[in-house]
């Protein structure tokens, strides 16, 4: 079977040495923390798709702080093999735009960086944290991962 190829982008959206987390449940039908991010749609940048999901999962309009990293993982969606590309963003919280998407977010919440570890469940993500502390203030880079 053919390996299909996605493309996302999100934020680690950080104020106040805390970042934003959401609750999802994922293609095993678990519960997890995570952070914010979603397909890029037709003609839309990494950015702006960066932007628009993380506004859309978390009520947040936010800004963009600087590259963070490129993550490539792979899985199987419904027994085909996916490979997947996430750009992802530092992001800093600007206003409050509205609600959550009540279908995809089960609850957003605001965590000290340092500890956010503990409630993540994705190596990718606990990779991601780890780049986020070390350099708070400007970090950009890549890495790969294996990500259920």
């Not at 702006?48 to 999962?57: N, S, T």
């Not at 978390?58 to 750009?87: E, S």
Request: overall charge positive.
């Amino acid at each position: 079977m053919k390996e299909a190829k996605e493309y996302a982008a999100g934020g680690v959206v950080g104020r106040s040495g805390k970042v934003l987390l959401v609750k999802v449940t994922n293609l095993q039908g678990e519960v997890v923390w995570t952070f914010p991010k979603g397909h890029l749609e037709k003609g839309e940048t990494w950015l702006k798709a960066a932007l628009r999901e993380v506004e859309e999962e978390t009520g947040w309009k936010c800004r963009n702080a600087g590259a963070l990293a490129n993550v490539t993982y792979r899985f199987a969606r419904n027994g085909r093999p996916v490979f997947k590309r996430v750009r992802w963003y530092r992001m800093e919280p600007v206003e409050r735009s509205g609600k959550p998407d009540a279908v995809e977010i089960m609850k957003t919440k605001w965590v000290e960086a340092r500890g956010a570890a503990r409630l993540l469940s994705y190596p990718s993500d606990l990779k991601l944290i780890a780049r986020y502390t070390a350099r708070p203030a400007a970090f950009a880079g890549s890495h790969s991962s294996s990500h259920a």
